[in-house]
């Protein structure tokens, strides 16, 4: 009895946090923390698909949601940085 | 037998539980980047240890134990390395260390 | 005892939403990337107990991934695109 009420509590718990999440990651003008908070979101996604019994998918969203494509956003971010450097030091030069 | 198995577990786990709130707290109350480096490695290394600990008194099989264990050396292992290289870059881009107002 | 896993898990899980409050207020990108690593540790943990809670092995797999791409994030993140103090 005690479990299915914990059960609730945890599935409620990431049907309010998910929603606000994404909003978040939509709205946020600093890309370094849009996706810092995707990585996030990922995680949670990964929980809630735990909860409605798909460990399959859930385990296609921790590696690709939470890990490489955050990885390759904060490698984009990098190489978006280089750029932006090389272009400032072109005009000047 | 399997009433102080049961005890031992449950123990374990809420004292890891107990350390994520720990470090979690300490990452919103902490004033710089060292000091919440300082309270997320507790709750890595400590907290989820006691929790595969509680856990590992409960494994039906070897190879579920094993499994449990190699998720806290993987997760050891990734936050001693996150913990070097953050703190070490910090350190190289002149992030102020906190100190006390006297 | 899964009544005890379950709730466990939930309260890992509002000790993450309560710390998404350091992702969105920083100050500086270390202490999200930081945020974002515990995240991952404690995701692990709720799923270890969410395994046990409901007899579902197959989430002791999903862990383990989690774990393994833990320090991924925040080594591309200090190599590639640390921005430096604060903003």
């Known amino acids: ?93 | 037998m399997t009433v102080i198995l049961n005890a031992l577990s449950a123990a374990l786990i809420l004292a890891g539980a107990f350390f994520f709130l720990a470090g979690t707290v300490g990452l919103l109350r902490f004033p710089d980047v060292y000091t919440r480096l300082h309270a997320l490695t507790k709750a890595d290394n400590l907290g989820l240890g006691l929790v595969v600990l509680g856990l590992l008194l409960q494994v039906e099989s070897l190879s579920e134990g094993v499994k449990l264990l190699v998720i806290w050396g993987l997760v050891l292992a990734a936050g001693a390395t996150a913990a070097h290289l953050v703190a070490r870059t910090a350190l190289e881009h002149d992030i102020r260390l906190w100190r006390r107002r006297e | 005892m899964s009544g005890l896993y379950l709730g466990v898990a939930s309260f890992l899980l509002l000790t993450i939403v309560v710390g998404l409050i350091r992702i969105v207020r920083g100050p500086t990108p270390a202490d999200r990337i930081l945020a974002a690593q515990l995240f991952g540790t404690t995701g692990v943990a709720a799923l270890l107990l969410l395994a046990q809670g409901v007899s579902s092995p197959p989430l002791r797999d999903v862990a383990l991934v989690l774990a393994l791409l833990a320090a991924f994030a925040a080594a591309a993140f200090v190599r590639r695109a640390w921005t430096g103090g604060e903003e």
């Open chain 1, 1 to 93: 009895m005690s479990a299915e009420w914990f059960g609730w509590i945890f599935d409620i718990l990431l049907a309010l946090a998910l929603p606000v999440l994404a909003w978040r990651v939509l709205i946020t003008r600093n890309l370094y923390q849009a996706v810092i908070l995707f990585v996030a979101f990922g995680l949670l996604m990964a929980l809630a698909w735990v909860r409605l019994e798909a460990p399959d998918v859930a385990l296609a969203e921790a590696a690709i949601g939470a890990g490489i494509t955050g990885v390759l956003f904060l490698d984009a971010l990098g190489y978006l940085r280089d750029r932006r450097r090389g272009g400032e030091a072109d005009e000047r030069g």
